[in-house]
């Protein structure tokens, strides 16, 4: 299983972006989707997941109501829109494949296969 997130730059504090995650896998569809971000000197942290459906999402605290996260089983990818950015977004952030089909909060070691990270800055 191969993961591919893309959409990373530089964005002003309120600004948007929008990361997309690309799997090579023909069973995508059967598993639950997360994105992670880690900082620079920090542990990497949960952001959001979604179910293998897309029938159930959940989030961090620090991005609800900021964060959406979607998924395209036809394409096999799955979107992180941000929106409302703030400094403290800033992180590369990783997609990774659940070991099964629903999405919970999970610590890093749960999943199953990681992505190449992308770096979203955002500007004060």
């Known amino acids: 299983v191969q993961l591919q997130a893309s959409g990373g730059g530089l964005v002003q504090a309120g600004g948007s972006l929008r990361l997309s995650c690309a799997a090579s896998?023909?069973?995508?569809?059967?598993?639950?989707m997360g994105w992670f971000r880690q900082a620079p000197g920090k542990e990497r942290e949960f952001v959001a997941a979604?179910?293998?459906?897309?029938?159930?999402?959940i989030y961090a605290d620090s991005v609800k109501g900021r964060f959406t996260v979607s998924r395209d089983n036809a394409k096999n990818t799955v979107d992180l829109q941000m929106n409302s950015l703030k400094p403290e977004d800033t992180a590369v952030y990783f997609c990774?494949?659940?070991?099964?089909?629903?999405?919970?909060?999970?610590?890093?070691?749960?999943?199953?296969?990681w992505g190449k990270g992308t770096q979203v800055t955002v500007s004060s």
């Open positions: 990774a494949r659940y070991s099964g089909r629903y999405a919970y909060i999970p610590a890093v070691s749960d999943m199953a296969y």
């Open positions: 896998t023909h069973t995508f569809s059967n598993y639950a």
């Open positions: 979604i179910s293998w459906n897309g029938g159930h999402t």
